[in-house]
């Protein structure tokens, strides 16, 4: 397992997003929902989901080993399918590269809640950049 103590992303640390496992093609994030995490209905905004997808999916794609310079990726497309209300308690997502070449990659993900029920799944298309 690498998990590095800082993954250099302002804005996911900003939502409390936080790294538990980055393996070859493989992501794991988790988070504690908070109260500013909620829309209207008491619900898990979608777009903290999307963007909890969207990370974990991103990273998938992007390990290298301690001594390599960093990659980076830009999102082509994320498709998000919405299961269950998430309301309050961890929220845990995992992605894995699916596939791809030299210069996009694939990616599925799932969100899933404490209790293991499933929250959204996510489909995505990735870029490397230079």
């Keep these: 397992m690498s998990v590095p103590d800082n993954v250099d992303n302002p804005f996911i640390a900003l939502l409390g997003i936080e790294l538990i496992e980055w393996l070859a093609d493989y992501a794991e994030f988790g988070m ?4 500013d995490h909620l ?28 001594d390599a310079p960093p990659r980076h ?6 498709a ?24 996009i990659y694939y990616t599925q993900a799932e969100v899933l809640d404490e209790a293991g029920t499933l929250i959204a799944t996510a489909q995505g298309a990735f870029k490397y950049r230079a």
Excluded at 32 to 35: A, H, K, N, T, Y
Excluded at 73 to 78: W, Y
């Design 32 to 35: 504690s929902v908070r109260v």
């Design 39 to 66: 829309n209207r209905q008491a619900m898990v905004h979608g777009g903290v989901l999307a963007t909890l997808l969207d990370v974990a999916s991103g990273y998938a794609g992007l390990h290298v080993p301690p």
């Design 73 to 78: 990726a830009v999102t082509l497309s994320l």
């Design 80 to 103: 998000i399918n919405y299961v269950a209300a998430a309301r309050q308690g961890r929220l845990t997502v995992r992605a894995r590269r699916t596939g791809g070449g030299r210069t």
